[in-house]
């Protein structure tokens, strides 16, 4: 199957969330992101030939840092559906495309060292190990904090 990947619309927000709520509450209001300049928001898709129109199969959405031209990963969802199916390389790839013609020169992305999935899929893309956060999350007790770990994809 081939997906491609085009920037969110207001149309795509509903199906957004429900890719999203497969995984973890939506916690963003995605009509508002879709319009905002400094996000890159994507999602993916394919044609579904039987009912002759693309259908959502993943999104990333990415708010880019002006002073310092990084793009922070907020975001990336794959429908289970079509899970190691190529939605998240289209979707990085996409991201890689739209962040160089904006001059951005890296992309971050975080995770939790439990979150092994992610992080192979984040190696997998070019990104490498940059740093962590041992205060990033607002976890108690303090004797179970998470650690965030950040990758970083130079563009």
Not at 67 to 82: F, H, P, Q, R, S
């Amino acid at each position: 199957m081939k997906f491609d990947s085009r920037y969110a619309t207001v149309e795509d927000v509903q199906v957004v969330s429900r890719i999203i709520s497969q995984y973890w509450q939506p916690s963003l209001d995605y009509s508002a992101e879709v319009v905002k300049e400094d996000n890159i928001f994507l999602v993916a898709e394919y044609k579904d030939e039987e009912l002759g129109k693309p259908i959502l199969a993943g999104m990333a959405l990415a708010n880019i840092i002006k002073w310092n031209k990084t793009g922070y990963l907020l975001e990336i969802a794959v429908d289970k559906g079509n899970k190691r199916s190529g939605v998240g390389k289209t979707l990085i790839a996409g991201l890689s495309h739209i962040g160089k013609k904006r001059g951005i020169r890296s992309v971050i992305a975080e995770t939790q060292p439990s979150n092994i999935v992610a992080m192979d899929f984040y190696i997998s893309q070019g990104f490498r190990l940059c740093g962590f956060n041992d205060r990033y999350y607002t976890n108690t007790p303090k004797s179970s904090r998470d650690v965030a770990i950040f990758f970083s994809l130079d563009l």
